[in-house]
């Protein structure tokens, strides 16, 4: 079950955290992925580490808020049958903390760049006779997170354009969903505690850690085995849907 064999992934921000987790997991699932990133050097370590475990990868760098280096870089792809939308960057702060090129920097990334790659890949997806994509979105599209306006912004629009893409494509086989996960350890959270909460990391870590009711983060594996789920034919009936990984943050924080 779970095969992806001799499919082509797309994987937004796969040099890091947890696009590199679902590069990697895609790849020893049979695909064959090409992970697209600012971080050119991640990229090609992560596509390293791929091929040198005896699967798939190939390594591009291209900026996701570049509406004509994602073209070109889709174009010299040629096949996708996955696009993971997974590329995204936070902002710290409520409105009043939100400064317009705070708030312009998360929608062009989060926003902007899914876009981006969706106008991109839905033509190569019609003409291929179908495909699958999933969106990373978070907790925050759903739930009042504090101190996230730009972020809950950014990931709101994500869910919303995830499943506008699911109505408009139900026709062309193409599915389309998204995953909110609460807190994940990655570089992204350690990048936001060192950035924002200077001299008390630990603590800021265990606070965060037992926000989710499970009392942890979760890993980036854990996300990349939904998303593996997600995209492959065993879950040919799930689409226009949002799938909460949270360790209860949604439901049992009470
Ligand atoms: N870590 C969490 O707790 C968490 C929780 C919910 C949702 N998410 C979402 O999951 C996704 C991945 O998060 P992560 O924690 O693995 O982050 P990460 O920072 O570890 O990795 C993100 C990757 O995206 C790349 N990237 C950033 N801007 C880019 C651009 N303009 N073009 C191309 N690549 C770009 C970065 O270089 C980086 O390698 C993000 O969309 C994030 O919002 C993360």
Known sequence: MFKLTGKHAVITGGGSGIGKAIATLFAQ??????????????AQQAAQQITAAGNQAFAYS???????????TFQSIGKIDILVNNAGIAHVGN????????FERVYSVNVKGAYNCLFAAIPVMKANGGGVIVSMASIASSVGIADRFAYSMSKGA?????????RDYLHDNIRSNSISPARVHTPFVDGFISKNYAGQEAEMFQKLSQSQP??????PEEVAGLALYLCSEEAGFITGCDYPIDGGFIKLNN
């Open 62 to 72: 291209a900026d996701v808020t570049n509406q004509q280096q994602i073209i070109d």
């Open 95 to 102: 409105v009043e903390k939100t400064a317009e090129a705070d």
């Open 29 to 42: 699932q049979g695909a064959v992925v090409h992970i697209i990133e600012l971080n050119a050097d991640a």
């Open 158 to 166: 994500i869910h919303a354009m995830s499943m506008s893409i699911a």
């Open 214 to 219: 499970i009392g942890r983060m979760a890993k």
